[in-house]
């Protein structure tokens, strides 16, 4: 007997095809010019979209930023644990491993557009709670796993692990917030933020 064919549902398709456009558009719009000089209408034009489109999946301008903030939380926390998970394949410790992870989060801080997307933009177009709810689902959500992840193998056992996690993203997310406007000095405070920020990690762990 034949297998009946899956039938594809083609307005789902088009939902998720729209949603993509408008969210990569978004990011470019949000990143280069800010929320609020990113016109609605530009960014429908750009992404090939109606205005009506965009009211539709998102509700407002707000909710399609707060989408694009949580796609880019959501693909620096990939980053990093995949970074994390390379050390690991490659025979490396847990340690080593979180530290790649950390590394990857900073060197995406470097970027001074996306820099001020996530930590100047986001909380102030989309208030403490919202943000707060993104961060919890996206980059709080997983330091606190890996603080677990290392707990399981008696590093960081001393301490309260929703605690230590809000308190290294905290210095994680302030060493991003001391890198230079100055691309030409970004590197040389890249390796100095990194030396700080491994050097308190360092001393958590003799604590």
């Known amino acids: 007997m034949a297998e009946t064919p899956i039938k594809r549902d083609g307005r789902k398709e088009n939902a998720s095809a729209t949603q993509t456009a408008l969210q990569r558009v978004a990011l470019r719009w949000f990143s280069e010019q800010g929320y609020e000089k990113a ?12 205005v009506g489109a965009l009211y539709h999946h998102y509700g407002d301008k707000k909710g399609l930023f707060a989408a ?23 025979g490396g410790g847990v340690w080593d491993a979180f530290l790649a ?3 990857t989060v900073l060197q995406a801080g470097a970027n001074a557009p996306l820099r001020r997307l996530m930590l100047v933009e986001a909380p102030a177009v989309l208030g403490a ?13 997983a330091m606190r796993a890996q603080i677990d992840a290392l707990q399981a193998h008696g590093i960081f056992r001393g301490h309260d692990a929703e605690r230590l996690a809000r308190i290294i993203l905290g210095a ?12 030409n000095k970004g590197l040389t405070a890249l390796d100095d933020a990194k030396r700080c920020l491994v050097a308190m990690l360092e001393g958590l762990l003799r604590g």
């Open 101 to 103: 992870s950390v590394d």
């Open 39 to 50: 016109p609605v209408g530009s960014i429908c034009a750009d992404a090939g979209v109606t």
């Open 129 to 141: 709670q919202v943000w707060g709810e993104i961060r919890q689902r996206q980059g709080l959500g």
């Open 68 to 90: 694009v903030v949580e796609q880019v939380d959501a693909q620096l926390v990939q980053a990093a644990v995949a970074a994390s998970q390379g050390i690991v394949d490659s």
């Open 172 to 183: 994680l997310y302030g060493a991003m917030d001391s890198m230079p406007a100055d691309d």
